[in-house]
């Protein structure tokens, strides 16, 4: 008999040979044998407190380091407890593989503990869901697994990992091996290039909107040199918030409504034309804009809204065609388009500067997030949390490289702040790290606060506390009147801070805006995690963008 590896083993070896060298879990008998294999071939298994945390963190793994975050969870409530952040990773398009564990396939249909339908639950939210019969051929599953979740566009899969399969050894000369798959990027027809270059070159008003395909296609400096190269504005959204650096004399921000308004041609690079964009219609887009969208996944180009010209390509390979055409895009100085967005933008960011200097107390919600931002280091990762809070805070904060502003993304799901600061601390243990929460979201995955100081992972959190759900308790209001409350107000005086200091983290309570960035000084140089709890003015309400059923 020669060499036998268990499955646990096997699937741990697929893991260290995708080069990822980390697991995100909650414990559960389902699954010893993988934490086994975890630790035979050095990978570090982090866990957390619930099971959605472990699924966000993989997550934010996969987003940080492009190649897919594991999550491993028990079975039936494990894998049930995921489902959440496996759906907020797939509407991110964020690479990751969740493993879950499952009943012998002996029992199935026996009613044995924590049976589920669990490939049928998940089989919506990802990219491929498959079971694993075999343990010879458990390094061909997870390499399926692997391959689809960094397929562009990315997302997550699904192994669901029966515990006789896992548990069963076999000879390594058995074992099947792993598929092979695409090494190079999906390329932009040249004809469709040159058609793009034209459009923008003869237009009057052209925008260039690049969106997360833009950040997944590592295309910051080909974005930079058209940008430089055609003097066009450019607007961010999703992940590609970072790919130019905030001082990049083409990127605009506040003047996004308005430019789209008036643009005649619009460049969507990795866009999704959704809710955050009007869905790419009227009156969010002039009636007679022409789009040229770009995308590497087919059945996205068009969704939503009718484009003139749709390249099915990764926006790295497009960006890099459309160099070719250089002569026909160089302009030698800023447009008279361009030179208006800039004055408007200048414009409205001294309005805002000057409705941010508040002094009052509790704090003006504008003058957080403007200390706060005062306060992050450039290198810094921050992470967003919530609802108004953190669209205040995001409009002010600079952000100077691909991946470092985080949120959760198009699904909008609370609670993701913890668990990505745990997967940021992992790959970059050298960066400071920051969550913007709201109050509410902070309560959601508040216990991860434990998870991180057990396991040496230091991140600071700041709070915007306001003692309500401020987003929605605005649209209530709006809708129906200030006698329509219900389930809106949360306690201002609850002591979070209190909560972080009692798990073995710092705490500090803070009620006066010049108090924010000292606090945040010695949560900082606490070295353990640490949260800052802000008082925030309860009247305050943000104009929301959001468009509820519509």
């Not at 562009?152 to 798959?181: E, F, I, K, N």
């Not at 260039?208 to 080909?222: F, P």
């Not at 009007?278 to 789009?291: E, M, Q």
């Not at 055409?325 to 408007?344: I, K, N, S, V, Y």
Request: aromatic letters at 6%; charged letters at 20%.
């Amino acid at each position: 008999m020669g060499e036998q590896h268990h499955g646990g083993q096997l699937i741990a070896g697929s893991i260290r040979d995708e080069g990822i060298d980390v697991v995100f879990t909650l414990t559960g008998g389902h699954i010893s044998p993988i934490y086994d294999g975890c630790r035979d071939a050095g990978i570090r298994v982090i866990d957390v407190r619930h099971e959605q945390a472990a699924a966000h963190a993989a997550d934010a793994y996969g987003r940080l380091t492009h190649r897919p975050g594991v999550a491993a969870v028990t079975a039936g409530p494990g894998v049930t407890d995921a489902i959440t952040g496996v759906t907020n990773a797939f509407y991110a398009n964020s690479p990751m593989v969740l493993l879950g564990g499952r009943n012998p396939l002996a029992l199935d249909g026996m009613g044995a503990l924590q049976d589920a339908p669990q490939i049928e639950l998940l089989r919506p939210v990802t990219k491929r869901a498959d079971t694993a019969l075999e343990t010879r051929r458990l390094r061909e599953v997870m390499g399926n697994a692997f391959r689809d979740a960094l397929a562009h566009r990315m997302g997550p899969t699904y192994v669901d990992l029966p515990m006789d399969v896992l548990m069963t050894p076999v000879d390594v000369d058995q074992v099947v091996a792993a598929g092979s798959r695409a090494t190079s990027p999906a390329g932009a027809d040249p004809g469709a290039v040159a058609r793009a270059a034209e459009l923008l070159a003869t237009a009057e008003h052209p925008v260039v909107l690049s969106g997360s395909g833009t950040y997944w296609a590592r295309a910051s400096e080909e974005l930079g040199w058209l940008a430089s190269t055609a003097q066009l504005p450019v607007y961010v959204n999703g992940m590609s918030r970072g790919i130019l650096p905030s001082k990049h004399p083409h990127l605009l921000g506040l003047t996004r409504k308005h430019a789209l308004r008036q643009a005649d041609v619009v460049l969507a690079l990795g866009v999704d034309f959704d809710f955050r964009l009007g869905y790419g219609r009227p009156p969010a887009f002039r009636d007679d804009v022409t789009v040229i969208q770009v995308d590497p996944q087919a059945d996205r180009i068009g969704h939503n809204r009718v484009v003139e010209l749709g390249i099915v390509s990764d926006v790295k390979s497009f960006l890099a065609a459309l160099a070719a055409h250089e002569g026909r895009l160089g302009r030698a100085q800023a447009t008279p388009w361009l030179e208006e967005l800039r004055a408007d933008e200048e414009r409205r960011v001294a309005a805002r500067d000057e409705a941010s200097r508040s002094d009052s107390t509790p704090v003006h919600p504008l003058r957080f997030a403007r200390e706060v931002a005062r306060w992050v280091d450039p290198e810094a990762i921050v992470i967003g949390d919530g609802g108004d809070i953190v669209a205040h805070t995001a409009g002010q904060v600079r952000v100077e490289h691909p991946g470092h502003w985080m949120d959760p993304g198009p699904f909008g799901c609370l609670g993701v702040g913890a668990p990505f600061a745990l997967a940021a601390r992992h790959v970059h243990p050298d960066k400071p790290i920051l969550i913007v929460y709201g109050d509410g979201s902070f309560g959601l995955n508040g216990m991860e606060y434990e998870s991180a100081v057990r396991q040496g992972l230091p991140f600071v959190g700041v709070i915007g506390n306001d003692g309500a759900w401020g987003e929605m308790k605005a649209f209530h209001e709006r809708v129906y009147g200030a006698e329509g409350m219900v389930a809106q107000d949360l306690s201002q005086a609850t002591s979070y801070d209190g909560m972080v200091a009692a798990l073995g983290g710092y705490g500090e309570r803070v009620e006066r805006p010049q108090d924010i960035g000292p606090a945040l000084d010695r949560a900082q140089e606490s070295g353990v995690p640490a949260v800052v709890n802000v008082l925030l003015d309860r009247t305050f309400r943000r104009e929301s963008t959001a468009a509820y059923g519509g």
